[in-house]
């Protein structure tokens, strides 16, 4: 019987399905949901040392949908992080823990371009008992205009800088949570490792504007009449997530072995998983499944790869993780590798092509009157 328990950073989770932060972990009633339906590991809600400065909107959300069936395959979100103090924060990382002491609670954290407060909500999390660090260096609306989020996020240098300031005082394992928004998420990903982050998480949200309503004419969300730029998930974006994780668990693989990756993006299924796996990723992440399916949607997941693990006889994570990365190449080694098939079927062809009576073979017959057939 195949398990999916893993040990990642020296994490132990009974499970690789990880709540992403966003809505699905909120607060402490949702995470104890979460631990309660059998998560491997709850990533909060992005937290920061002053919420008032942060203030949301609605609608902050717009949802693309299939026109046959009519189900949510795109999702776009002008949320911020999270608008709740840091103080109650605080107090839930502590209820959260007490409740759930092997549950692994991961603190999704962001802060402004400045040492101390990175250093100070480092250190105030740690005393709660979390068990881990995801810094949210990624998110793409609204944080950037104070140099937050993606706006670091984007910035190989100040990348480099600011996760050297978490590692400098960080007890617990730290993942970078990787922008999208690049266009060489490689970049990005190298200064966050060389800084000493033990893992990277790939990927945030997409820029996007998801359309725009033919009766209004104002584009969605429509916020008194107008809008922003925000951040697209869902099944449509799994192909882009599933390309950059398979970059990242290159680096990973070639420049900085040993190092962890946490896929996300489109999510849905235990063959989703399964995938992100095979491309390299050590757990992966679900946010918005989890707003369209809810959390007991982790049971199938898990059924589902489980059964993919039965089928090829693999009895853990780590018989399979990073299967499929050797198959990528470049696209001339493909015309390379196809001109080689091509002529040695045609080799194979022409031994077969009878010239003479007396070649005739018993053996090969069929395939020498076929031969004979095609020319
Ligand atoms: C409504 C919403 C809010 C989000 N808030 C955060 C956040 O606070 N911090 C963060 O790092 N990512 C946030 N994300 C991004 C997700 O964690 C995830 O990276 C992205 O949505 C892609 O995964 P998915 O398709 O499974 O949702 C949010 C996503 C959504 C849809």
Same mark, same amino acid.
């Given at each position: 019987?195949?398990?999916?328990?893993?040990?990642?950073? %020296?994490?132990?989770?009974? =499970?690789?399905? @990880? &709540? #992403?932060? %966003?809505?699905?972990?909120? =607060?402490?009633? @949702? &995470? #104890?949901?979460?631990?309660?339906?059998?998560?491997?590991? @709850? &990533?909060?809600?992005?937290?920061?040392?002053?919420?008032?400065? @942060?203030?949301?909107?609605?609608?902050?959300?717009?949802?693309?949908?299939?026109?046959?069936?009519?189900?949510?395959?795109?999702?776009?979100?002008?949320?911020?992080?999270?608008?709740?103090s840091f103080e109650t924060w605080i107090d839930e990382f502590k209820q959260i823990k007490d409740r759930n002491p092997d549950g692994v609670l991961i603190a999704s954290i962001m802060e402004e371009y400045n040492q101390d407060a990175w250093h100070e909500i480092v250190g105030r999390c740690e005393e709660t008992g979390v068990d881990a660090f995801e810094l949210n260096m990624s998110c793409p609306h609204g944080l950037p205009e104070r140099r937050m989020g993606a706006a670091m996020g984007e910035n190989p240098d100040i990348l480099e800088e600011v996760c050297g300031w978490v590692m400098q005082v960080a007890k617990r394992p730290v993942w970078a949570k990787m922008t999208p928004n690049v266009t060489h998420i490689e970049d990005p990903t190298r200064a966050s490792l060389r800084a000493g982050c033990q893992g990277i998480a790939a990927i945030n949200t997409i820029r996007?504007?998801?359309?725009?309503?033919?009766?209004?004419?104002?584009?969605?969300?429509?916020?008194?009449?107008?809008?922003?730029?925000?951040?697209?998930?869902?099944?449509?974006?799994?192909?882009?997530?599933?390309?950059?994780c398979m970059e990242v668990a290159t680096v990973i693989r070639d420049e900085f072995p040993g190092r962890t990756l946490s896929g996300i993006g489109g999510i849905e299924t235990g063959r989703d998983a399964a995938q992100f796996i095979l491309l390299g990723c050590d757990t992966v992440q679900v946010c918005t499944g989890v707003m369209k399916m809810?959390?007991?949607?982790?049971?199938?997941?898990?059924?589902?790869?489980?059964?993919?693990?039965?089928?090829?006889?693999?009895?853990?994570?780590a018989d399979f993780r990073g299967h499929s990365l050797p198959y990528f190449t470049t696209h001339a080694d493909l015309v390379k590798r196809q001109a080689e098939a091509r002529a040695a079927k045609k080799a194979e062809h022409d031994k077969k092509m009878i010239k003479a009576d007396a070649e005739w073979d018993g053996d090969d017959f069929v395939d020498q009157t076929d031969a004979l057939a095609r020319g």
């Open positions: 019987m195949p398990t999916l328990e893993t040990t990642v950073d %020296g994490l132990k989770v009974p =499970n690789p399905f @990880v &709540i #992403g932060s %966003g809505p699905p972990g909120t =607060n402490a009633n @949702v &995470i #104890g949901k979460a631990f309660d339906e059998g998560w491997g590991a @709850v &990533i909060c809600k992005t937290v920061s040392l002053d919420a008032e400065k @942060v203030v949301n909107v609605q609608p902050r959300y717009a949802r693309l949908r299939s026109r046959e069936s009519g189900e949510i395959y795109g999702w776009e979100n002008i949320e911020l992080i999270s608008d709740r996007s504007v998801l359309g725009v309503d033919l009766e209004t004419l104002r584009p969605e969300p429509t916020v008194e009449g107008y809008t922003t730029p925000g951040g697209y998930s869902c099944q449509a974006v799994l192909p882009i997530a599933l390309r950059m809810g959390y007991r949607c982790v049971q199938s997941m898990k059924e589902e790869l489980l059964a993919f693990m039965e089928h090829h006889k693999f009895e853990t994570l």
